[in-house]
Structures are given as structure tokens and as C-alpha cells.
């Protein structure tokens, strides 16, 4: 493809910034090792964790293209850095779970661990400031943040990205815990996966010890955070990583 040069810095983040590119259909994101946890309360660097999200989730993204999911992956530049097609967000933290964890765990008083029959499936508001509530569809749908069609293509898509991620994991001896998702829309209307998928936004636990190979390690102090890290990257890459 034509070389796309970073234009202006567009948004700064919390794990990530975005840059508008000489192309207004497409954005550069650079990825950081910062990381926050907590509505941002705890702050930290994971050393290396930029570049690993940033290859983990082009990976999968090329993933789950070839098994029919629309994404806005279009190439990867160096470590930290990815073209992206150019997307409307939709303001929604899009969640599934397989097992009980995190939030599901403490909202409802039960412990982390209870494989579920079926997925759940939920949708929490991007704000920061409202501590990214759950929200149900007919709220988002009453505060035109989607249309239901919008939100049934949503879970649609969701749903099949946790049953290729859940197989593709589970063959690297990970179980699939939970993982959060975002979707935008592209100036022709379609509807694609975006953002990342790595383990600062999925619990990952090792199929075998339950280990722990993920960002909670940072949320909870556990220690053996960048370690972590690096097992995910060796799973997903072996001696490519
Ligand atoms: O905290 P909670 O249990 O709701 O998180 C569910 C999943 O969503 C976890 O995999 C977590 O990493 C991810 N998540 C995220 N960004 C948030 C909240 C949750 O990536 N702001």
C-alpha cells in the first residue's frame, strides 16, 4: 500500500495514542507502556507491553478477518505502531465472559472460577467519570448512542469473536476468561471491530495451573506482571516473540 505518513496527534489515551495520517480514512495508533488501572487511579509503566499488545492484537485481528469478522487492521509499521481504518466509535465497552471474574465476580458476590453454560454478554458506558456503568440496550438505544440494529450486529459479531478466540486460546493451553471489545462504524456505514484484544482488555489463565497471564496481575500487585506478558507472546508467537 501507499506510504502513510503521521499527520497530527488526534487523541492521547490511556495505553495508546492516535494520529490522524495523510489518508482521512485512515489513523496510525502507537502503542504505550503505561498502564492504569482502576478509572485510572492506579498508574504504572508494564515494560514492553506496547509492543506486545501492538503485535498481539494485529495478530488476532488478522485472525478473526480470515474467519469473516470485519476489523480495522490494515498493517502493522514497527513494535509500536499500526495503520488503522478510521472508525466512529461506538461510546461501549462491549464484554463477554466465559468463566466468573473481575467484575462479574464482585458485583454479584460470587468467586471467580464458575464456567458458565453460555457466555454472557454485557455492555458498559465509556465514562470515566460515571465509572463506566452497565448499560442495557434500550438505554443506549433511549440515549442514541446505537441504533438495536446496531446493537444486535454488535453481539452478533461478539459472540462469533469469542467462540474463534476461545478455540484459537485453548489450543496455546489459555483459557479464555473474559475480554472486552469495541466497535465503530466507517464513513460507508459498516460496522468493525476495532481497538485491541490483548491481555491489558481479556483475562487470559493458564488452561492448566489457572495462572494468572494477564493485567490483573497489575490491577491486584501480584508481581511477575511483565512476565506475564511475555508468556502471552510466546504462547501466541513461540520463538517469533
Ligand atoms: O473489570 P471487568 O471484570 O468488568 O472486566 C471484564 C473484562 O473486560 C476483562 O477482561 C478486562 O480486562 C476488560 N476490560 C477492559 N477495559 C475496561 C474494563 C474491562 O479491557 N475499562
Aim: hydrophobic share 40%; aromatic share 8%.
Amino acid at each position: 500500500m501507499a506510504e502513510v505518513e503521521k499527520a497530527e496527534e488526534l487523541y492521547e489515551g490511556k495505553a495508546k495514542k492516535v494520529f490522524t495520517t495523510s489518508d482521512p480514512e485512515l489513523l496510525i495508533v502507537s502503542y504505550k507502556d503505561d498502564a492504569t488501572a482502576g478509572d485510572g487511579e492506579k498508574k504504572g509503566t508494564i515494560v514492553g507491553k506496547g509492543a506486545i499488545n501492538n503485535r498481539m492484537t494485529n495478530y488476532l485481528m488478522q485472525v478473526l478477518e480470515q474467519a469473516g469478522i470485519p476489523t480495522d487492521y490494515v498493517e502493522e509499521l514497527n513494535d509500536r505502531e499500526t495503520v488503522v481504518k478510521k472508525v466512529t466509535i461506538f461510546p461501549l465497552e462491549v464484554i463477554v465472559r466465559n468463566i466468573s471474574a473481575g467484575h462479574f465476580a464482585s458485583n454479584f458476590g460470587v468467586e471467580e472460577g464458575i464456567v458458565f453454560d453460555q457466555p454472557t454478554f454485557e455492555y458498559s458506558l465509556k465514562n470515566d467519570d460515571l465509572h463506566d456503568p452497565l448499560i442495557n440496550d434500550s438505554h443506549i438505544v433511549a440515549l442514541k448512542l446505537a441504533k438495536q440494529e446496531d446493537l444486535d450486529r454488535i453481539r452478533e459479531l461478539t459472540l462469533k469473536v469469542n467462540d474463534i478466540l476461545k478455540e484459537f486460546f485453548a489450543k496455546l493451553n489459555v483459557t479464555l476468561v473474559d475480554f472486552k471489545l469495541e466497535f465503530g462504524r466507517t464513513s460507508d456505514g459498516t460496522i468493525i471491530l476495532a481497538d485491541e484484544i490483548s491481555p491489558d482488555t481479556a483475562r487470559f489463565w493458564d488452561a492448566t495451573t489457572g495462572e494468572k497471564l494477564d493485567k490483573d496481575r497489575f490491577r491486584r500487585d501480584m508481581g511477575g506482571v511483565e512476565d506475564a506478558y511475555n508468556e502471552m507472546m510466546h504462547r501466541v508467537f513461540g520463538d517469533n516473540a
